[in-house]
Nanobody
Framework: QLQLVESGGGLVQPGGSLRLSCKGSQFQFDYYSIGWFRQAPGKEREGVSCISSYGASRDYADSVKGRFTISRDNAKNTAYLQMNSLQPEDTAIYYC????????????????WGQGTQVTVSS
């Protein structure tokens, strides 16, 4: 069964950085696009970034452009989300998900999800 495991979340001060990891197993990782999503309390899950299977295509939500960078290392079956200049409004549970076709920011298009990692930005 396809598995995705996120790690790297935590508590960081405003202006700080974190790098999230998403490790896949039990499937052909380089056949799938990977998306990062987040959900804050009382809000809907929103797309943050996505990367196609070999990294040729990447997309970002307007709210994170210029601050977040998505990447992947297919040899390690792992995708990353480098988050810089974090702000309190970035506080959320961050999820990664796998999609068998192209990069997409719509969560409804993803069938396979990790369990999430908490990111809290606070002084």
């Amino acid at each position: 069964q396809l598995q995705l495991v996120e790690s790297g979340g935590g508590l960081v001060q405003p202006g700080g950085s974190l790098r999230l990891s998403c490790k896949g197993s039990q499937f052909q990782f380089d056949y799938y696009s990977i998306g990062w999503f987040r959900q804050a309390p009382g809000k809907e899950r929103e797309g943050v970034s996505c990367i196609s299977s070999y990294g040729a295509s990447r997309d970002y939500a307007d709210s994170v452009k210029g601050r977040f960078t998505i990447s992947r290392d297919n040899a390690k079956n792992t995708a990353y989300l480098q988050m810089n200049s974090l702000q309190p409004e970035d506080t959320a549970i961050y999820y990664c998900a796998a999609h068998p076709t192209g990069c997409a920011l719509g969560p409804d298009q993803y069938a396979f999800w990790g369990q999430g990692t908490q990111v809290t930005v606070s002084s």
